[in-house]
């Protein structure tokens, strides 16, 4: 039967821990190869149990290099023979047995001698039953040259080992969020929505990602894939709380469960599409209170449970203490906050786009990379950041901005994967070739609720004036 490529993956995972190996079974992962796990199976012989592609001739080779290298001592190995036993010197001289050759092993008699039966050994080793360390096997392929492949899978110093097919921590799913990740585009020519579909319908069928006619999958069809393959969604929405053309937030108690249920994600208010999505109330957030909170949404209640009681000591009663907690109980006080602040987000999220718009109106002619139009139908612009031309220098903006009294910030100064923690996870520098260069060329601008026209007008004059 022809295995999945998942689970040959996942065997192949299996071997990756192994201390020890047969020369057999070291040859057969050498060359690529699953060893075979039915029993009495000679690999020497034309009696091959894999269905998948078979290179025989380079087990071969892979199996007359290790053994060749075990007989001369340049590897080192415990070397098991088979042996034929005879039960006395007359049965073994009629199987033309050497008298030299026999080596008692029955008991010792009273002179010291052990007596019959006798055994003989073969000569050649059983390449199957002989064993090498990994460690072994990976000094000797160094010392001739051999640093790639399955016996060296955190090799590559190019490539992270979650991202190395050839590593047992290798994760599909996540190789696929990198890489897609790494198609946002240079100057936002396009949206990130269509810079993604194009990567989807170049890439996504050798992650799974693509429909059964052929089309990637939309975001209101995202919640059924991930059931489909049995994958939680969860979902990061500190920054987007907010109307959606012109479709109202609920208030009240069902509004998460509202905003989840609704069948036309398009038109939701936010996209709280997640089995479990977080939101953060950080003051300033488009919903943030007057001090620090957040919240997590989701109509599984038992997760929500779980989230309660972590969120209080673990405690599911008061001193009924189920599961390790943190106290991360949101003040009264800063709950009041919210549920004024929330009936005014509508016009919030509007008083800001119109912000938005008069900065992308004021700056669309300048050296100056705006963002996408379409984002003032559906953002929330949490943030206005824009992109400075390679000819400017940042830094000389940002300074004279301070010295006419306008602040601006960085979002973020450096890409996440080159921050120390990640650093230490193997990613190389260049690894997000986009990420990079957007993190030097990106600088938000001041924008809020209140920011009046007279107030970013200056701001605008003033920003120019500096890159003129």
Not at 84 to 93: C, I, L
Not at 351 to 361: F, G, K, L, N, P
Request: charged residues 25%.
């Amino acid at each position: 039967m022809i295995q999945s490529e998942e689970h040959l993956f996942s065997l192949f995972d299996l071997w990756q821990v192994c201390e020890e190996l047969s020369v057999v079974d070291a040859a057969l992962l050498f060359v690529g190869e699953l060893p075979s796990s039915e029993d009495g199976l000679n690999v020497d012989s034309d009696n091959w149990a894999h269905s998948i592609d078979f290179n025989k001739e380079g087990y071969l080779a892979a199996k007359t290099a290790f053994s060749s290298a075990i007989r001369s001592g340049r590897l080192k190995a415990t070397v098991r023979h088979d042996c034929r036993t005879y039960d006395n010197w007359s049965e073994a001289q009629a199987a033309g047995e050497e008298r030299e050759n026999l080596v008692a092993i029955g008991e010792i008699d009273s002179f010291g001698n052990r007596k019959a039966p006798y055994a003989v050994l073969n000569k050649e080793p059983n390449w199957r039953k002989t064993t090498i360390l990994v460690e072994d096997l990976k000094t000797w392929l160094k010392s001739r040259g051999v640093k790639s492949g399955f016996f060296f899978p955190e090799d590559d110093p190019d490539v992270p080992e979650y991202l190395n097919k050839n590593h047992p921590r290798y994760s599909r799913k996540l190789a696929a969020a990198v890489n897609a990740w790494m198609e946002v585009t240079e100057a936002r020519k396009s949206s990130p929505k269509e810079a993604l579909k194009k990567w989807l319908i170049e890439n996504g069928s050798q992650y799974g990602l693509i429909n059964d006619d052929g089309n990637p999958i939309e975001a209101k069809q995202l919640k059924a894939f991930c059931y489909e393959h049995n994958l939680i969604l969860i979902e990061d929405n500190a920054q987007g709380l907010g109307r959606i053309n012109n479709s109202p937030i609920p208030t009240g108690e069902n509004t998460c469960c509202w905003l989840r249920q609704k069948e036309d994600y398009t038109n939701a208010s936010s996209s709280l599409l997640g089995d479990i999505t977080t939101t953060s109330f950080f003051p300033t957030k488009p919903l943030g209170c007057f001090g620090d909170g957040g919240a997590v949404c989701s109509t599984n209640k038992e997760w929500i449970a779980k989230a309660r009681t972590i969120a209080r000591h673990g405690q599911g009663k008061k001193y009924d203490y189920q599961r390790r907690g943190i106290n991360s109980r949101l003040d009264t006080i800063q709950a009041g906050v919210l549920e004024v602040k929330l009936k005014h987000l509508d016009n919030f999220v509007e008083q800001t786009r119109a912000i938005a718009q008069r900065y992308m109106e004021a700056l669309q002619d300048s050296k100056l990379i705006l963002p996408n139009a379409s984002l003032l139908e559906t953002s929330t612009f949490h943030q206005f950041t824009l992109l400075l031309d390679e000819s400017i220098d940042r830094e000389t903006v940002r300074h004279e901005l301070i010295k006419r009294g306008i602040a601006s910030a960085l979002y973020y100064p450096e890409p996440l994967h080159l921050n120390k923690f990640y650093k230490k996870q193997g990613i190389q520098r260049a690894s997000f070739d986009n990420s990079e260069k957007l993190s030097r060329q990106m600088l938000s601008l001041p924008i809020y609720p209140y920011l009046t026209e007279d107030e970013q007008s200056y701001i605008i004059r003033n920003l120019l004036d500096i890159i003129k």
